[in-house]
């Protein structure tokens, strides 16, 4: 009798276990279906389409480069005699930089010289006996030509002993100087290096839209990363009429260096675009970061109620942080800006600040 009576207590006491873990088992799957209600809105941040001012002015930076550069080599093969100027010496065109010797040069020039006189003897000769009938006109032309050739070699042996004189061809600074009194050279050793900075050149580039912007000729002012507070005037010399392989244009500005010619070529440099345009400056925007992966991909996820929904736009020119919207999106609409990494379209969203 007792021991039916255990049996009866345990068999009760296991069913009202099981009916305690039902339950709980049960309270568990609905606050869980709950969270996982709740968690299925993703979280993003958000900013309102708006049409603002924006100012179209851009600042690009560049390395300044000489206005003038120009490396010298010897055109013919000899001694180093002379050398007339240092490094950092400012020289003018015409102004001998240095001598090479070439004995070789003056020996050809001298033989040159000696067969110029023989066949302008011959030529004269042969024109006195042609008047008589001495030489036919063949042998008369046979002359002539020899006295032409003669005359070119004596030309061409005065020219490369002139080539031993070594002379500057624009004005400039002796930035390198690679010889010296005794130095033998041959034909294409480099001689000189000389640069023109009374001048230079800041070449910047520039985007597609940015280049809708640019003239030739156009003043632009310029500062130097090594002297901040002072300012240089430049103006647009040339834009490229082809993007480079990363889809930007090439722009040279042409700066005038003050007379102590603080500006340096390889200077760090930054050229200040100023729109003149105004009307253009309204515009609507929104912000870079609104994008799916890139400006270029056009599409954003705009807030319909608590869904993203994915738009293709039409975007237009890029200002640092805000690109223009030509087409797409209206005032007051608000583009996700942030969590964009965990959106698919139609995603139900919880906008957070």
């Known amino acids: 009798m007792k021991k039916t009576i255990y049996i009866v207590v345990i068999i009760a006491v296991l069913v009202l276990f099981?009916?305690?873990l039902t339950k709980n088992k049960a309270k568990n799957e609905e606050e869980t279906a709950i969270v996982a209600q709740t968690n299925s809105a993703v979280a993003v941040r958000t900013e309102q389409v708006k049409t603002e001012v924006v100012s179209t002015d851009f600042v690009v930076n560049g390395n300044f480069s000489p206005f003038q550069e120009?490396?010298?080599?010897a055109e013919n093969p000899g001694r180093v005699t002379q050398v007339l100027v240092k490094e950092g010496s400012v020289v003018k065109i015409g102004q001998v930089l240095a001598i090479?010797?070439?004995d070789r040069l003056s020996v050809d020039v001298q033989s040159a010289k000696a067969a110029y006189e023989t066949a302008l003897a011959d030529s004269e000769r042969f024109s006195n006996a042609f008047k008589t009938g001495g030489v036919t006109q063949q042998q008369l032309d046979q002359a002539k030509l020899n006295l032409a050739t003669a005359k070119a070699r004596l030309d061409q042996a005065n020219i490369s002993f002139g080539d031993a004189t070594i002379r500057a061809t624009i004005n400039g600074i002796v930035n390198k100087k690679h010889i010296e009194p005794g130095s033998v050279v041959n034909a294409g050793t480099p001689l000189f290096e000389l640069v023109n900075v009374s001048k230079l050149k800041l070449k910047v580039t520039v985007n597609e839209n940015q280049i809708a912007f640019l003239k030739v000729g156009s003043d632009i002012k310029v500062k130097a990363s090594v002297y901040p507070d002072k300012e240089f005037s430049g103006k647009i010399t040339f834009i490229a009429?082809?993007?480079d392989a990363s889809l930007n244009f090439p722009v040279e500005i042409e700066i005038l260096n003050n007379e102590n010619n603080d500006l340096k070529a390889g200077m760090y440099g930054t050229a200040y675009f100023e729109s003149t345009d105004k009307e253009v400056d309204k515009m609507k925007i929104i912000p870079r970061n609104a994008f799916v992966g890139s400006v270029s991909s056009n599409e954003v996820f705009v807030i319909r109620g608590n869904t993203a929904k994915l738009t293709k736009i039409v975007s237009g020119r890029?200002?640092?942080?805000?690109?223009?919207v030509l087409e797409g999106l209206?005032?007051?609409e608000a583009v996700v800006v942030g969590g964009q990494i965990n959106l698919t379209d139609g995603a139900t969203v919880e906008v957070v600040k």
């Not at 120009?70 to 080599?73: D, E, G, T, V």
């Not at 890029?318 to 223009?324: S, Y």
């Open 241 to 243: 009429p082809v993007a």
């Open 18 to 20: 099981g009916f305690i």
């Open 100 to 102: 090479i010797k070439g």
């Open 330 to 332: 209206n005032d007051g």
């Open 70 to 73: 120009l490396s010298f080599s």
């Open 318 to 324: 890029i200002f640092g942080d805000k690109v223009e």
